[in-house]
């Protein structure tokens, strides 16, 4: 089993920054994508950014330019450094991770129990 913790939410103002961080642990033999997602109350959970094992890295239209993901494969850690923060930016906010346990395994794919982000002033 895996487990997937977060870190890093909290109160901002607009214009502020916060980083996120997600560490995995447990049964780990390697990790393809990691993602971030978001959800407010009432939406459906949508990606916000992903990197993959290769390092290709995307982006939602709407944090383009101002939100940064890296993964540090030693640690199996993936963060998320926010700028330029919007009201619009507040969610829950998810760590997505797909684990090969064993060599040669199947890839599961697991969640964080995602953090809170509040932009308001």
């Known amino acids: 089993q895996v487990q997937l913790v977060e870190s890093g939410g909290g109160l901002v103002q607009p214009g502020g920054s916060l980083r996120l961080s997600c560490a995995a642990s447990g049964r780990i033999f390697s990790i393809n994508d990691m993602a971030w997602y978001r959800q407010v109350p009432g939406k459906q959970r949508e990606l916000v950014t992903i990197i993959t094992s290769g390092g290709r890295i995307d982006y939602a239209d709407s944090v383009k330019g101002r939100f940064t993901i890296s993964r540090d494969n030693a640690k199996n850690t993936v963060y998320l450094q926010m700028n330029s923060l919007k009201p619009e930016d507040t969610a829950v906010y998810y760590c997505?991770?797909?684990?090969?346990?064993?060599?040669?395994?199947?890839?599961?794919?697991?969640w964080g129990q995602g953090t809170q982000v509040t932009v308001s002033s």
């Open positions: 997505n991770m797909v684990v090969r346990e064993i060599t040669s395994g199947p890839y599961y794919n697991y």
